[in-house]
């Protein structure tokens, strides 16, 4: 398993940005899944964004497709997640998280599947 440690949250106004980095620790990185995750106060956890072991493969929930953008940089063990456009309703802590893959080919959007987390970091937008 990885170590995981997210950044990046804060305060934003409607219709402004925010880039979230989630830092991993231990080896062999590119052999992961990676995923973003948020909770919203009072509500569960949902998926937002996976991104194939090589960048090749990328998912997202609707409610954030086309404003929301996931990558990786295996050379610095990171993924980012880029956010324009942010709504109020993106409020919430969002959370990083891995999953070893054997294929390029496979992503995931169901939580179970990941078996690493980060502790989360808060993001606010403000209407």
């Known amino acids: 398993q990885v170590q995981l440690v997210e950044s990046g949250g804060g305060l934003v106004q409607a219709g402004g940005s925010l880039r979230l980095s989630c830092a991993a620790s231990?080896?062999?990185?590119?052999?992961?899944?990676m995923g973003w995750f948020r909770q919203a106060p009072g509500k569960e956890r949902e998926f937002v964004a996976a991104?194939?072991?090589?960048?090749?493969?990328?998912n997202y929930s609707d409610s954030v497709k086309g404003r929301f953008t996931i990558s990786r940089d295996d050379g610095e063990n990171k993924v980012f997640l880029q956010m324009n456009s942010l709504k109020p309703e993106d409020t919430a802590v969002y959370y990083c998280a891995a999953k070893g893959a054997f294929s390029v080919y496979d992503v995931y959007d169901k939580e179970n599947l990941f078996n690493s987390w980060g502790q989360g970091t808060q993001v606010t937008v403000s209407s």
């Open positions: 231990g080896r062999a990185f590119s052999m992961y899944v």
């Open positions: 991104i194939s072991r090589n960048g090749g493969i990328t």
